[in-house]
Protein backbone atom coordinates (compact mmCIF):
# COMPACT_ATOMS: atom_id res chain seq x y z
CA UNK A 1 0.00 0.00 0.00
CA UNK A 2 1.01 3.63 -0.68
CA UNK A 3 0.37 6.59 1.74
CA UNK A 4 0.83 10.29 0.89
CA UNK A 5 1.36 12.62 3.24
CA UNK A 6 0.51 16.57 2.19
CA UNK A 7 1.61 19.12 4.54
CA UNK A 8 0.90 23.25 3.34
CA UNK A 9 -1.96 24.60 2.54
CA UNK A 10 -4.32 27.78 4.28
CA UNK A 11 -5.20 30.82 3.37
CA UNK A 12 -2.88 33.36 1.79
CA UNK A 13 -3.19 36.64 -0.10
CA UNK A 14 -3.17 37.49 -3.87
CA UNK A 15 0.53 37.94 -5.19
CA UNK A 16 1.83 36.35 -1.73
CA UNK A 17 3.55 32.45 -2.13
CA UNK A 18 2.91 29.11 -0.56
CA UNK A 19 4.81 26.26 -0.48
CA UNK A 20 2.81 21.94 -0.52
CA UNK A 21 4.81 19.09 0.56
CA UNK A 22 3.82 15.60 -0.01
CA UNK A 23 5.72 12.55 1.17
CA UNK A 24 4.95 9.03 0.01
CA UNK A 25 5.57 6.09 2.53
CA UNK A 26 4.78 2.14 1.78
CA UNK A 27 5.16 -0.17 -0.58
CA UNK A 28 7.48 2.09 -2.70
CA UNK A 29 10.43 0.54 -4.79
CA UNK A 30 9.61 2.05 -8.28
CA UNK A 31 8.05 5.65 -9.04
CA UNK A 32 7.14 6.24 -12.26
CA UNK A 33 6.02 10.48 -11.41
CA UNK A 34 4.64 12.25 -8.85
CA UNK A 35 3.06 15.70 -8.80
CA UNK A 36 0.10 17.40 -7.81
CA UNK A 37 -3.46 18.07 -9.21
CA UNK A 38 -6.08 20.62 -7.81
CA UNK A 39 -10.07 20.70 -7.51
CA UNK A 40 -12.21 23.22 -7.59
CA UNK A 41 -15.77 22.46 -6.70
CA UNK A 42 -18.10 21.18 -9.92
CA UNK A 43 -15.04 20.60 -11.90
CA UNK A 44 -12.66 17.82 -12.66
CA UNK A 45 -9.30 17.64 -11.45
CA UNK A 46 -6.99 19.03 -13.31
CA UNK A 47 -3.14 18.50 -13.25
CA UNK A 48 -0.75 21.76 -12.01
CA UNK A 49 2.24 20.00 -12.28
CA UNK A 50 4.22 16.68 -11.96
CA UNK A 51 7.62 15.55 -12.21
CA UNK A 52 8.16 12.15 -14.40
CA UNK A 53 10.96 9.57 -13.02
CA UNK A 54 13.38 10.95 -15.49
CA UNK A 55 13.32 14.06 -13.89
CA UNK A 56 11.04 15.82 -16.55
CA UNK A 57 8.44 17.97 -15.25
CA UNK A 58 4.71 19.35 -16.52
CA UNK A 59 2.91 22.28 -16.02
CA UNK A 60 -0.44 23.38 -16.86
CA UNK A 61 -0.53 26.46 -18.84
CA UNK A 62 -2.45 28.72 -16.13
CA UNK A 63 0.75 28.17 -13.55
CA UNK A 64 3.79 27.84 -15.72
CA UNK A 65 6.56 30.82 -14.91
CA UNK A 66 4.52 31.16 -11.39
CA UNK A 67 4.35 27.21 -10.13
CA UNK A 68 7.51 24.96 -9.81
CA UNK A 69 7.60 21.66 -8.94
CA UNK A 70 10.47 19.72 -7.40
CA UNK A 71 10.95 16.05 -5.97
CA UNK A 72 13.56 14.21 -3.97
CA UNK A 73 13.60 10.88 -5.10
CA UNK A 74 16.00 9.64 -2.41
CA UNK A 75 13.46 11.16 -0.05
CA UNK A 76 10.38 10.03 -1.96
CA UNK A 77 8.89 13.87 -1.37
CA UNK A 78 7.22 16.15 -4.13
CA UNK A 79 6.95 19.66 -3.27
CA UNK A 80 5.24 22.62 -4.65
CA UNK A 81 6.43 26.46 -4.36
CA UNK A 82 3.47 28.29 -5.64
CA UNK A 83 4.49 32.51 -6.19
CA UNK A 84 2.37 35.50 -7.32
CA UNK A 85 -0.67 33.40 -6.29
CA UNK A 86 -4.32 34.59 -7.49
CA UNK A 87 -7.80 34.08 -6.34
CA UNK A 88 -7.97 31.21 -9.46
CA UNK A 89 -5.77 29.23 -7.91
CA UNK A 90 -8.07 28.86 -4.91
CA UNK A 91 -8.78 24.85 -4.89
CA UNK A 92 -8.24 21.82 -2.98
CA UNK A 93 -4.54 20.53 -3.93
CA UNK A 94 -4.24 16.81 -4.00
CA UNK A 95 -0.66 14.84 -4.33
CA UNK A 96 0.04 12.33 -6.84
CA UNK A 97 1.99 9.50 -7.37
CA UNK A 98 1.91 6.77 -10.42
CA UNK A 99 3.67 3.22 -9.87
CA UNK A 100 3.14 0.93 -12.44
CA UNK A 101 0.56 2.67 -13.87
CA UNK A 102 -1.63 2.54 -10.88
CA UNK A 103 -2.55 6.66 -9.05
CA UNK A 104 -2.27 6.69 -5.82
CA UNK A 105 -3.74 10.27 -3.72
CA UNK A 106 -3.38 12.06 -0.98
CA UNK A 107 -6.40 13.53 1.34
CA UNK A 108 -6.54 16.88 -0.44
CA UNK A 109 -5.31 20.16 0.99
CA UNK A 110 -7.11 23.57 0.75
CA UNK A 111 -5.68 26.41 -0.80
CA UNK A 112 -7.32 30.00 -0.80
CA UNK A 113 -6.18 33.11 -2.42
CA UNK A 114 -8.07 36.08 -0.86
CA UNK A 115 -8.06 39.23 -3.72
Known amino acids: QVHLAESGGGLVQAGGSMRLSCAAS????????MGWYRQVPGKQRELVAS???????TYADSVKGRFTVSRDNAKNTVDLQMNRLVPEDTAVYYC?????????WGQGTQVTVSS
Open 96 to 104: NLIKWGLEY
Open 26 to 33: GNIFVIDA
Open 51 to 57: VASGGTT
